[in-house]
């Protein structure tokens, strides 16, 4: 099981304590999951390449789901009054068929092809934007479920948003996990408006010119144009594209010594962005 979803009836168990206080009840809780093992449909990705990201609203706070603290394997999370503000990088897990169809911490109907995720302490509802740090992938859910409660991982994504991000197969990933306000647009707290693409990027800086590093490579030149503008805007360090060998290539420079390459590649990893790797002219 890759997380915990929804605890319930615990007074009957003996505990004292419920740590999703105002849940809706339910019956024969602790056997309604049919699977073993979770899984992901068995059909590909290709059924939720369709959707688009969801439009953000103001939302109430659930009626369930959104006590002040709560209890989980010895440990205690304090539920955030308000998500203004939140900007978290930290590993991100999915969860699918196991628990498609059965109820949320917010007393709503998981549904694994809907953009949504579940985090141990945002308000829920909470709308958020999940950027994969390894790719540069990016999508809106909508959190309305509590978790994850395994090892140290930050949200779980529904098995959409996985694919959405590029981590269906790989099981986890690296994200950056931020609030988002009414305006999709921008980030809570935050009046910002969204990047832009990278117009500018040069398309193939030439051999030779100076010390460069490599922070992505990829077929399709949105995702490559994607990292670069993220890369950009993060480090405000000077990014191209390189057209090569069918593939679009995301480099960093160019640098005039190895000592400037070096620091730019602390600074970049650092900011959690991809680790880089040497590019360009040798010194």
Partial sequence: MKRALLLLTLAAAGCTSNPYAGSPSTTNDTSRYTLANDTGPAHGPEHVAHLQEPVVTDEPKSRYGNPSSYEEFGVTYHVLDDA?????RGEASWYGKK??????????????????????TLPLPTWVRVTNLENGASTVVRVNDRGPFHGNRLIDLSWAAAVKLGIDKAGTGHVRVQALSAD???????TSPAPAP???AVSSPPPGAG?????????ARASA???????????????????????HRVWVGPFTSESDRL?????????????????????
């Fill in 84 to 88: 203004s503000g939140y900007d978290a």
């Fill in 99 to 120: 628990f498609h169809g059965h109820r949320t911490s917010s007393g709503e109907t998981y549904d694994m092809y809907k953009l949504s995720a579940a985090h141990k």
């Fill in 184 to 190: 999709s647009t921008t980030v809570a707290g935050n």
């Fill in 198 to 200: 990278v117009a500018a």
């Fill in 211 to 219: 010390l460069f590093l490599q922070v992505g490579a990829f077929q």
């Fill in 225 to 247: 144009e994607q990292l670069a503008t993220r890369v950009m805007l993060e480090s405000g360090l000077p990014v191209s594209l390189r057209n090569e060998e069918a593939l």
């Fill in 263 to 283: 620091a730019a590649r602390q600074q970049l990893i650092q900011r959690g962005l991809p680790a880089p790797v040497n590019a360009g002219a040798t010194p």
